[in-house]
């Protein structure tokens, strides 16, 4: 059973591209993410929903979209990608965003290639 | 505010040699600590944590205790196996932002 899946797991693009990554959780949690990890492995938090309601919002780029329809599911939408786009973004969930002791589940990734 | 400081690495290990990865942190209130680890090409996965100070969490042979004193929580491991190789990452949670706290991550390799 797989707990935080993410689509798709490569994504090769070419510049001035839009495309989205989708991510679905099943462990019944609240709260999502969306981190962006560089080449040197630094973990980056760009946005966070709890119950559908955006509750971190990071200074990213306007072409940065997330939405989450329900609270098993977060999206992430690029627009006009460019070339410091590529990374791999992983989508997580937790359950609660008070409580501090409640670790956060990481899916395994979309890396995202812009050519 | 609030921020994780790990050594730097890449730490390079023989099998069962000891392994110390040092991580600071610098917190307001009483934070919950965690140890992540992140094997190649997959996600993160909690690997300890600790809720409060003294407090030692262990798993799969890591163990790190929650000093608040010195404000730390290095993480440790007597005989470290090839399988151990990895990016270990350092993070709290002081629950004033919503947010987890991340060190930089320290890439281990532990060769045969």
């Known amino acids: 059973d797989t707990a935080v899946s993410q689509t798709p797991k490569y994504l090769v693009t070419q510049m001035g591209n839009d495309k989205s990554i989708k991510c679905e959780q099943n462990?019944?949690?609240?709260?999502m993410y969306w981190y962006k990890q560089d080449s040197k492995k630094f973990l980056k938090i760009m946005f966070s929903y709890n119950n559908k309601e955006l509750i971190i919002n990071e200074t990213v780029p306007n072409r940065f979209s997330p939405k989450s329809p329900d609270k098993a599911h977060l999206n992430l939408h690029i627009n006009s990608l460019e070339l410091g786009d590529s990374a791999v973004y992983f989508c997580a969930s937790s359950l609660g965003t008070y409580r501090l002791f409640y670790e956060q589940y990481f899916g395994p990734g979309t890396r995202l290639t812009v050519t | 505010g609030n921020s994780v400081t790990q050594m730097e690495g890449p730490v390079t290990l023989s099998e069962e040699a000891f392994l110390t990865i040092n991580c600071t942190y610098t917190?307001?209130?009483?934070?919950?600590l965690f140890w992540y680890v992140q094997y190649p090409g997959e996600g993160l996965q909690l690997l300890l944590k600790?809720?409060?100070a003294d407090d030692k969490g262990s798993n799969k042979g890591f163990e790190a205790t929650y000093r608040k004193e010195t404000t730390s929580f290095h993480l440790e491991k007597g005989s470290v196996q090839v399988s151990d190789s990895a990016v270990y990452f350092c993070?709290?949670?002081?629950?004033?932002?919503?947010?987890?706290?991340w060190g930089l991550g320290t890439s281990l390799a532990v060769n045969p």
């Open positions: 917190a307001t209130g009483y934070p919950s």
């Open positions: 993070a709290l949670n002081a629950g004033n932002n919503r947010k987890l706290i």
């Open positions: 600790a809720t409060k």
């Open positions: 462990l019944g949690h609240d709260t």
